[in-house]
């Protein structure tokens, strides 16, 4: 996350179970994996850099970095300077001259939500699938150890590792309390809390 960018989002994100790290970024607010930034605006900021010509260029060079370059129009204000009609000329040019998807949220309770949710998917589900792909060939012992630990929610590569080492063994892991997980670095209540629910709940088809 850019360290210009609001810091309630931060906080909220926080409050989701992100682990944020804040830093001063080129281009680009929110880095949500190596593949997929989101640049947000708030409609005033939207209408102020399609008039000056700032956000074509912001996209021109988010999409020389980024497979997926995420358009993030924040706030329930109308357009004030820019004709309906223009306005929306310029979003479809946003789709589909610069290849950026755009999205709107009411407020930053929705943009928190909305950032999670693709980070979360980019660097959660879409590992998962190709894990699942890639299982398929030999692995070593602690490679599979991982890959079980990595499924688990919010868990990604570095937290298995250091969950493993910790605890030593899976059986361990899934043997202990909420408070013996949230005991391990950038674990905490709430991401120990959905690990033992994972675990922990009886399985429905």
Same mark, same amino acid.
């Given at each position: 996350m850019d360290r210009r960018e609001d810091e309630f989002i931060k906080e909220l994100l926080l409050d989701l179970?992100?682990?944020?790290?804040?830093?001063? @970024?080129? =281009?680009g607010d929110f880095i949500c994996s190596e593949k997929t930034v989101v640049? $947000?605006?708030?409609?005033h900021d939207l209408e102020a850099?399609?008039?000056? #010509? $700032?956000?074509?260029?912001?996209?021109t060079r988010l999409r020389k970095t980024f497979e997926c370059v995420i358009l993030l129009v924040e706030g329930t204000k109308e357009a004030e300077r820019i004709n309906k009609n223009a306005l929306k000329g310029a979003h479809a040019s946003i789709m589909t001259d610069y290849g950026a998807s755009l999205i709107f949220t009411r407020d930053k309770h929705e943009?928190?939500?909305? =950032?999670?949710?693709?980070a979360k998917h980019d660097q959660t589900a879409r590992k998962q699938k190709l894990r699942i792909k890639a299982n398929?060939?030999?692995?070593s012992l602690g490679e599979q150890q991982r890959a079980i630990i990595e499924? *688990?929610? @919010?868990? #990604?590569?570095? @937290?298995?590792?250091? *969950?493993?080492?910790?605890? #030593?063994?899976?059986?361990? =892991?899934?043997?202990?309390r909420e408070d013996e997980l949230a005991e391990v670095d950038k674990v905490g209540k709430k991401k120990?809390? @959905?690990?033992?629910?994972?675990?922990?709940?009886?399985?429905?088809?």
């Open positions: 179970g992100a682990d944020v790290e804040v830093s001063t @970024l080129t =281009i640049e $947000r605006k708030t409609k850099s399609i008039i000056d #010509g $700032r956000l074509f260029e912001q996209l943009t928190a939500d909305m =950032i999670f949710s693709i398929k060939k030999a692995h499924a *688990l929610p @919010l868990v #990604g590569p570095q @937290l298995a590792i250091d *969950l493993l080492n910790h605890f #030593g063994t899976i059986e361990n =892991i899934a043997s202990a120990a809390h @959905l690990i033992k629910k994972v675990l922990n709940e009886i399985y429905i088809e």
